[in-house]
Nanobody
Framework: QLHVVESGGGLVQPGGSLRLSCAAS????????IGWFRQAPGKEREGVSC????????YYADSVKGRFTISRDNAKNTVTLQMNSLKPEDTAVYYC???????????????????WGQGTQVTVSS
């Protein structure tokens, strides 16, 4: 059974930064496409960023391009989402997810991701 766990959420002022981390137990993250998603109250869960297996490709939602960066740390078996210039509308629960079916690419839709973490709360407020 694959497990992923998110960490790094918290409360930050507008314009601030946070670094989210997705860690795995029992498997090597670099062998799987990894996506970051978020869900704000009353809204659908949406894709934020993803990185393909082996890091050949990365994608970002238009709303976070230029502000968020996804990266792998294979030595630590983690995937990090660096979030800069945070806005109140970035407030949400952030989830990481692993896909066992995507090869060579990643996607910002939920369907291909079959292992999900429990989420970490990010609140951007003054």
């Amino acid at each position: 059974q694959l497990h992923v766990v998110e960490s790094g959420g918290g409360l930050v002022q507008p314009g601030g930064s946070l670094r989210l981390s997705c860690a795995a137990s029992g498997f090597t993250l670099n062998y799987y496409a990894i996506g970051w998603f978020r869900q704000a109250p009353g809204k659908e869960r949406e894709g934020v960023s993803c990185v393909s297996r082996g890091s050949d490709s990365t994608y970002y939602a238009d709303s976070v391009k230029g502000r968020f960066t996804i990266s792998r740390d294979n030595a630590k078996n983690t995937v990090t989402l660096q979030m800069n210039s945070l806005k109140p509308e970035d407030t949400a629960v952030y989830y990481c997810a692993a896909s066992t079916v995507l090869h060579g690419l990643c996607m910002l839709s939920r369907g291909p991701y079959d292992y999900w973490g429990q989420g970490t709360q990010v609140t951007v407020s003054s």
